[in-house]
């Protein structure tokens, strides 16, 4: 008998213990966008990224990055964890980043490339909020708002809006559905 409450009362502290630990891991998903600093061998680049966090489990999250080489947007797909205030991610290979949150809607990354093109990176990035308004992105005025309204608004964030919002699988967004998934986004 008491080796039941013992076992009982061990399983609930463990139970509180993970839920404690896991309200403590902020939501990360979203896109995050600022400017970035790269120092290469031979020159200085100033320009923008961007980071859209479209998965995340725990403290674990994936999701890929976009920035512009030689006037093209990039992808690169990452991965990444949030461990007592440090977000530590990898892309490929040659190329890692460690930071942390600097507020609810901010973070800091340092990125390294490895690679025999070695440089490092700084980036400022403060999370995009979606304001606008489901009237302003129903161009059309049809009361649903079409992948490509939305596209047009947040061609960053398109899928992802769709993909959770979209309860009805209809392919497009009624304005409660819309309200709905910015409330549930904090929003």
């Given at each position: 008998?008491?080796?039941?409450?013992?076992?009982?009362?061990?399983?609930?502290?463990?139970?509180?213990?993970?839920?404690?630990?896991?309200?403590?891991?902020?939501?990360?998903?979203?896109?995050?966008?600022?400017?970035?600093?790269?120092?290469?061998?031979?020159?200085?680049?100033?320009?923008?990224c961007a980071i859209v966090i479209d998965v995340q489990n725990g403290n674990t999250?994936?999701?890929?990055?976009?920035?512009?080489?030689?006037?093209?947007?990039?992808?690169?797909?990452?991965?990444?964890?949030?461990?007592?205030?440090?977000?530590?991610i990898a892309e490929n290979k040659n190329e890692s980043a460690s930071g942390r949150?600097?507020?609810?809607?901010?973070?800091?990354?340092?990125?390294?490339?490895?690679?025999?093109?070695?440089?490092?990176?700084?980036?400022?990035?403060?999370?995009?909020?979606?304001?606008?308004?489901?009237?302003?992105?129903?161009?059309?005025?049809?009361?649903?708002?079409?992948?490509?309204?939305?596209?047009?608004?947040?061609?960053?964030?398109?899928?992802?809006?769709?993909?959770?919002?979209?309860?009805?699988?209809?392919?497009?967004?009624?304005?409660?559905?819309?309200?709905?998934?910015?409330?549930?986004?904090?929003?």
């Amino acid at each position: 008998m008491k080796r039941t409450i013992f076992t009982t009362v061990l399983a609930a502290l463990l139970l509180l213990a993970a839920t404690a630990y896991a309200q403590q891991v902020p939501e990360l998903r979203g896109t995050w966008k600022g400017e970035t600093k790269i120092q290469t061998l031979d020159r200085v680049i100033e320009s923008e990224c961007a980071i859209v966090i479209d998965v995340q489990n725990g403290n674990t999250f994936t999701g890929y990055k976009l920035y512009f080489k030689k006037k093209v947007l990039t992808r690169e797909k990452l991965v990444g964890i949030y461990d007592n205030g440090r977000i530590i991610i990898a892309e490929n290979k040659n190329e890692s980043a460690s930071g942390r949150l600097t507020g609810k809607q901010s973070m800091e990354l340092i990125y390294v490339d490895h690679s025999a093109d070695a440089r490092v990176q700084f980036c400022a990035l403060n999370r995009i909020h979606f304001t606008t308004g489901f009237v302003e992105i129903d161009k059309d005025g049809d009361k649903v708002l079409m992948r490509a309204e939305i596209t047009h608004h947040y061609p960053l964030n398109a899928e992802r809006i769709i993909k959770e919002a979209d309860r009805n699988n209809d392919g497009k967004l009624t304005q409660k559905e819309w309200e709905d998934w910015k409330k549930k986004n904090g929003e």
